[in-house]
């Protein structure tokens, strides 16, 4: 089955919305991208109105911006150390925007989306 981003068949208050029309393509939605630690792999999809976007399904280095000196490396991504969305993508290693990851240089967060942008951009922090 589809999945939908189409309003909800019920009310906050639990009644039920009576259904004006069917699910419609500009409706489809699209199940998480996940990505993880493991050599670079990406997917160019066709999205609406014929534009295109990249989705990362696994990336082993980051763009990893030193805030005091301001200079900007491509680092060798170790694992994931903490992430606010989903405890649990810790221990799968997957990565996403917030989420702490241990580099050569030391801890970094993720500041990209790399499951919509197919890029994998950090900052240091100290």
């Given amino acids: 089955m ?9 009310s906050p ?6 259904s004006y029309r ?12 996940l990505t993880k630690i493991a050599p670079y792999k990406r997917k160019k999809l066709r999205v609406l109105g014929g534009n295109s976007k990249v989705r990362s399904l696994s990336a082993d280095y980051a763009i990893v911006i ?10 060798k991504i170790l694992n994931v150390v903490g992430n606010p969305a989903n405890r649990y993508f810790v221990r799968r ?3 996403t925007k917030g989420c702490l990851i241990k580099t050569e ?5 993720v500041t990209s989306r790399p ?8 900052v240091l922090v100290k």
């Fill in 2 to 10: 589809a999945i939908s981003q189409f309003k909800s068949k019920q």
């Fill in 22 to 33: 069917k699910k419609r393509k500009f409706e489809l939605g699209s199940s998480p991208t």
């Fill in 105 to 109: 240089k030391g801890d970094a967060r």
């Fill in 93 to 95: 290693n997957i990565i």
């Fill in 115 to 122: 499951g919509q942008e197919g890029t994998l951009n950090a």
């Fill in 13 to 18: 208050s639990g009644s039920k919305y009576n």
């Fill in 66 to 75: 030193d805030p005091s000196t301001r200079k900007a490396s491509k680092v």
